[in-house]
């Protein structure tokens, strides 16, 4: 076979993630106390979690086929009442949005996205709550072999292929809690892919904890048609629902897609395919889009050079690209890129130079086989000046209203991005002149007393955390 990936770059060292400043201020739920979704061996010997889901743990009760767990087997109204009330209630919202953004995550990626520590205990009364109810469903790792795989903080959560969330709990929501949970999108149920949705998870953890970027988003906001049509305020040749595993995006508002992959299937071509014909018609300038595709294999598994899915992943996206020619700014060579998980991460809890770059492989040169790529660095040599009628850094304000964003990158009050109901309405409260002004006495309508300050928006129809 003939060769046509560059050479390995081969990384003999890292930077331990310990002795790296962490923008998330809690150093227990940072990347070096996390589990390594990829080093650690979690997944062997398959990719899948074993779930278990509130509709078949109440069945085995019911057949007598297993007592289950009597925090998890919550009555439906007592699970309501938890859900509703106001204690844990910001904590609560942070982390469906989580979930229904990223699909599928661990119990310590939840608690370090929300800030929430109590998450890390599945028997925590909103998971618990939300588990009797069939909002989520709760696994744990495959591999028996490791320490304590029951029911503790390495367990995993994803949301339930149910509508129990859009019957039960969106009725009870305000606007902005909606809003904040769903990012104005429908609910989005089940899981799929567990080690390939946890890994995409992590990685959106990672940049947003190391790297100096305005906001990661999840798989729920990495659409085709959000990244290229409708949020672009444009509409696609032909309807793409398909997402891209998560967008990191730059302080300048260039969008950088990432999409991993384990292997190099018929799949995988077929979506390089799509996202080259999907650059090939938004010039970076009005559409800030960049992908970068991740190979992230089991690294227990042996690789052989002729079955090396970097190397078919490498061969595959050439293939592709000679469908659409071309080496300029605006080409899909330019702007599709290449990386490999153990390049960014060689080993448990340590980062690379190229990660803190995100350095790739772009198939720019003017060569065939292998000299066809070069490295260039996502983060660093890779300029991007969009079109004056594109507001490329809206996104980054945007991304502060949604609770799926990491707690550092959201904090203030953002209420006045979405202004109050009758603001929405377009309406006023009216504020008649008094006939005998000379006469009037008083504070106005609102103002302040004492050390209360102005009056605001009651809690729940406000964004602030």
Sequence with gaps: MVTVAPERRIVKD??????????????????????????????????QANWITGSISRHHKKEGLSKGNAKLSLDPDEAL???????????????????????????????????????????????????ALDIIDIGTYPNKTRPSPGMNRNVVYRTSNSDSFTKIIEPTLTGPEWLSVTAGHPWSTGGQYDRHNILATELGLRVSEY???????????????????AGLGKKLARTDSRRADGTI?????????????????AAFENKVRRWAQVL???PLETSGLTVVFIAAPHPDRPRHTSTDPRHEIYRKMATVLREFPGRGQDSPAARMGVAHWESWFPDRHLMSEEFFDLRADFAINDATGPDRWAPRDLLGDYPFTPWHTFDATAVLENSKLLAATPHWMRKGDHTAMIGSPMDRAGVEVPHPAPAKPHLCKGRPLGGAVGNGGDAKLPARLRIEW
């Design 280 to 282: 090939s018609e938004r």
């Design 14 to 47: 890292g930077i331990h993630a310990e002795i790296m400043p962490s923008a998330n201020p809690d150093d227990d739920l940072a990347m070096h106390h996390r589990a390594d979704p990829y080093w650690d061996r979690l997944w062997a010997p398959g990719s």
């Design 249 to 265: 995006v730059r302080t300048d508002g260039m969008r950088i897609v990432f999409e991993l992959t384990a292997t190099a299937s």
């Design 211 to 229: 790297l100096d970027v305005g906001a990661v988003l999840g798989e729920k906001l990495s659409s085709i048609d959000l990244l290229a049509g």
């Design 81 to 131: 009442r938890i859900l509703t009330s106001n204690r844990g209630r910001t904590g609560r919202l942070a982390a469906w949005g989580v979930l229904d953004s990223w699909r599928t995550v661990s119990s310590e990626q939840l608690a370090a996205f929300t800030g929430c520590r109590y998450l890390l205990d599945p028997n925590y009364s909103t998971l618990a709550a939300s588990f």
